[in-house]
């Protein structure tokens, strides 16, 4: 199993940046799918997660600003990013799970780098 991520990069405060995730292997299909993310010094933390059915969970800080959103066919997830502050700089992992489970971390990406500058 594979999951690629992919639209990091760096933005001003307030800005807006779309990362995107593709699992792949051996008869991937994700019940749950999602993102962690982890600052310098800081623990990682879930960030978002939705299941196949819909159902989404987001970390307190970032509601209302990010949303996550899955192309199940596809086995993509997507994670809209808007207002994004500083503190929203880290490392974002892709992650996935079999069962539906809105804190999957079965399969972990690779990270992709998010930084936002004040």
């Known amino acids: 199993v594979q999951l690629q991520a992919s639209g990091g990069g760096s933005v001003q405060a307030g800005g807006s940046l779309r990362l995107s995730c593709v699992g792949s292997g051996s008869g991937s299909s994700f019940n749950s799918m999602g993102w962690y993310r982890q600052a310098p010094g800081k623990q990682r933390e879930l960030v978002a997660a939705?299941?196949?059915?819909?159902?989404?969970n987001y970390a307190g800080s970032v509601k209302g600003r990010f949303t996550i959103s899955r192309d199940n066919a596809k086995n993509t997830v997507y994670l809209q990013m808007s207002s994004l502050k500083p503190e929203d700089t880290a490392v974002y992992y892709c992650?996935?799970?079999?069962?539906?489970?809105?804190?999957?971390?079965?399969?972990w990406g690779q990270g992709t780098q998010v930084t936002v500058s004040s």
């Open positions: 939705q299941t196949r059915g819909g159902l989404a």
């Open positions: 992650v996935a799970d079999s069962a539906p489970t809105l804190d999957p971390n079965d399969y």
